[in-house]
């Protein structure tokens, strides 16, 4: 049964389409009524009919505003317009929105139910047409979905197994042999959102071009698409010509370089994760700086000059607890020079990440840290990303740039924690030693700081340099001296840690806004 609503300023019109109307026999339903057109709306929104019968002319939202809000919002809802105006305006804004028919007032009943029988032959239709396409929509997800997880992680979960089976039974998949392709960008400027849509535009037009049937595009990552090739006319040969069609469309039409990695070719759907890894693990045996490579799943790394990192590697580790951010990324770059000199492979550049990152967890660890505290991922993620993102320099740099910032950040943090304790033990030594001849210059050897840091930190932390704090101390115990004893004023002076009695006297005057003599005399005069 298929709902109506019937909207007209005037009731008495609305009672007669609704009395007129053979409902039961039409398989209709008015679920609704209104009187104008900005409540019309808001009911087609809240029941969502199948068919709406309104006038033109009506208070608030008119006729022609709401007919082409319904018709923007819903494009499936059918229009009957109902008008006592044989208006051509109304009629033309009515075939602009593909109204589906058009009745003058005073309504006669037998050609109000005609145009309703056709109506809900008509809404049936478009309901039938709209569950199809949502089908074959889920249809088309779930499709996949469940590839692209057996892709990634094989059928070792129930779900992913079962609901492949359930693929092939439906014949949606169901060949003799499986291959996958890797397929990636190779120019860091192209990596990113703008060069996976001219790889997703390559895939389509590549399909629709060359290779209608056995040929599927998967997207496994950011920067990752899958091109799964299945039937029975798979061998290496037709495999590798179809994949230079697709690298060669890539670059003349998007002026996109791509660089792909070709796994076994497999008899069992289930299998796909094994041809999967063997092409991402061919794709990494490229050289970093090569362009439209296509490497087969058997390719060996060729043997050549490794690059000598470890001392670029000692160093890096070495600034990054020095919380150097500068000079570590800059540590880092070198060792990526290192790299473009030697022409390394990506399996090469890619271990040594994965060895770096080990190596700054470890010195994370030590600062009760790990590389998770810092970075939000595990080591464990960390080389997983690496493995499967990097494949170029400046991937490299961007994400290690991130890592060493946030380590050096959190090293900064550790060592301010570490240079406030000792700014607290300073004061109290302070404190205790005024007297003798006290250096900011000895504190920073005594604490392995930077004197100049040292100084910037005591400032921060107290609010007063060393050397006026220093003097608060100083001039502070010698007003108590001045007040609870008897001692001489150079004697006095020498107590507090000034051997020059006149250099006391300059500034205690100026500290204390008198001299020692008068501050002393007027506190005989209070006692």
């Known amino acids: 049964m298929y709902k109506v609503v019937v909207v007209d300023d005037e009731v008495w019109v609305r009672k007669g389409i609704i009395e007129a109307v053979d409902w039961g026999k039409l398989d209709l339903e008015c679920i609704g009524e209104a009187a104008d057109g ?78 309703l029988s056709k109506a809900a032959v008509e809404a049936a239709h478009r309901k039938s047409i709209t569950e199809q396409n949502l089908q074959q929509d889920i249809l088309a997800t779930s499709k996949e979905d469940i590839l692209r997880n057996l892709l990634l992680y094989g059928s070792e979960h129930v779900p992913f197994e079962s609901s492949a089976l359930e693929l092939i039974e439906a014949d949606i998949l169901h060949a003799e042999q499986y291959c996958a392709a890797v397929c990636r960008p190779d120019s860091p400027e192209e990596a990113g959102e703008v060069s996976m849509f001219s790889l997703d535009d390559t895939a389509d037009e590549f399909v629709s071009r060359y290779c209608k049937n056995g040929l599927s595009f998967i ?72 362009r439209a490579q296509v490497m087969l799943f058997d390719a060996q790394p060729v043997p050549g000059l490794k690059p000598q990192m470890s001392e670029v590697e000692n160093r890096l580790l070495y600034l990054l607890q020095r919380a150097d951010k500068e000079h570590a990324g800059m540590a880092f770059d070198e060792g990526m020079d290192i790299f473009r000199k030697q022409s390394v492979r990506v399996s090469e550049l890619q271990g040594w990440l994965r060895g770096l990152s080990v190596s700054i967890d470890k010195i994370l660890q030590q600062s009760s840290a790990d590389m998770e505290n810092i970075y939000g991922k595990s080591i464990r993620e960390v080389q997983d990303e690496i493995t499967r993102n990097i494949f170029d320099y400046d991937a490299a740099r961007q994400l290690f740039h991130i890592i060493i910032d946030k380590s050096v950040d959190f090293a900064a943090a ?69 007040r609870e004893s008897r001692f001489k004023f150079h004697e006095i002076a020498a107590m507090v840690g000034y051997s020059d009695y006149r250099y006391f006297s300059q500034v205690f005057k100026k500290s204390a806004g008198m001299t020692a003599g008068r501050y002393r005399c007027q506190t005989d005069r209070r006692i």
Not at 235 to 263: A, H, N, P, W
Not at 425 to 438: C, G, R, S, T, W
């Open 38 to 115: 900005d409540e019309a709306f808001q009911m087609v929104q809240d029941v969502q009919p199948d068919i709406v019968i309104m006038d033109m002319r009506m208070p608030g939202m008119d006729g022609v505003e709401l007919m082409k809000t319904i018709s923007e919002n819903d494009p499936n809802i059918i229009i009957i317009i109902v008008s006592g105006y044989a208006d051509f305006e109304y009629a033309k804004e009515a075939v602009r929105n593909r109204v589906f028919d058009y009745l003058l007032k005073p309504i006669n009943t037998q050609e109000l139910n005609d145009i």
């Open 219 to 290: 997207r496994c990552g950011k920067e990752e698409l899958v091109m799964l090739m299945y039937g029975n006319w798979l061998d290496y040969t037709s495999i590798s010509e179809i994949i230079s069609k697709f690298s060669r469309l890539s670059r003349v039409s998007f002026q996109l370089s791509v660089s792909i990695g070709i796994g076994s070719i497999i008899q069992d759907i289930l299998n796909l994760n094994i041809s999967y890894t063997e092409a991402s693990k061919a794709l990494r045996y490229k050289e970093v700086t090569s």
């Open 414 to 482: 550790g060592r301010m924690h570490e240079g406030y304790k000792a700014i607290a033990a300073i004061v109290e030594d302070m404190k205790q030693n005024y007297f003798k001849p006290l250096l900011l210059g000895d504190y920073a050897a005594c604490y392995g700081m930077n004197p100049d840091y040292l100084s910037r930190l005591f400032k921060k932390e107290i609010g007063r340099n060393f050397v006026e704090y220093l003097l608060d101390i100083r001039i502070l115990q010698a007003k108590r001296l001045l």
